[in-house]
């Protein structure tokens, strides 16, 4: 990209999971799977990848109504607690280290925001353990409060109406294509991140400042 092809970037904008903090979806399942009686794949399919959660991570139904509808699904005979349900669901989390510094070198330059399909339980958990890093961003949109999910064009067009930018003023960062290519179906510019040293050289050949 030349000097004169770099785009103006007013903001830079990030996903959350895999990006900021890395999670292993398996580790919950496991669990779930053991204290259940039910097998791994079944847990994936019924729970951790249903319509179900991905309403759940729109926000169409309540903590403890996911909750509700995972416990339906065990064995007959399972005893388990809604904090017992919050403990498996939330402990799949590790900091990605290396992004305090990038958000705090960006922040001097643009403000950040945040995109992520997430739920209430995650982000409550999230919020908490992780507010050094959540504490960059001027506003956070996680899609349990937008109301929708990526690649939906919808999260990034209410995004882009909330933080009054043109989408060619942009760049948003996130560790799946897909969600990428929906960002980019509305105007927006995208990087696929892979880890902290790469982010920085692509969003270099932007023309963003990155320190």
Known sequence: MDRKSKPEIKSVIFDLGNVLALHDARIAAKRYAKLTGMNFKEVWDTILTSKTEKAYTRGEITSYEFFRYAKSLAKPGTKMTYAQFRDIWNEIFVENIGMEKVLKDL?????????????????????????????????????????????????????????????????????????????????????????????????????????
């Not at 945040?114 to 001027?138: C, D, E, P, Q």
């Not at 929906?182 to 023309?207: C, D, N, T, W, Y």
Request: aromatic share 12%; hydrophobic share 35%; charged share 30%.
């Open 107 to 211: 922040k001097k330059n643009y403000p950040l925001y945040l995109i992520s399909n997430t739920n209430a339980m995650h982000y409550r958990y999230l919020v908490g353990k992780y507010w050094h890093l959540l504490k960059h961003f001027r506003r956070r949109f996680p899609s349990h409060e937008v109301g929708a999910r990526k690649p939906d064009p919808e999260i990034y067009r209410r995004v882009l109406k909330a933080i009054k930018l043109k989408p060619e003023h942009t760049v948003f960062v996130d560790d799946h294509p897909g969600f990428i290519e929906g960002a980019r179906s509305v105007g927006m510019h995208g990087i696929l991140f892979k880890k902290p040293a790469q982010l920085l050289r692509e969003l270099k050949k932007m023309g963003v400042r990155v320190s």
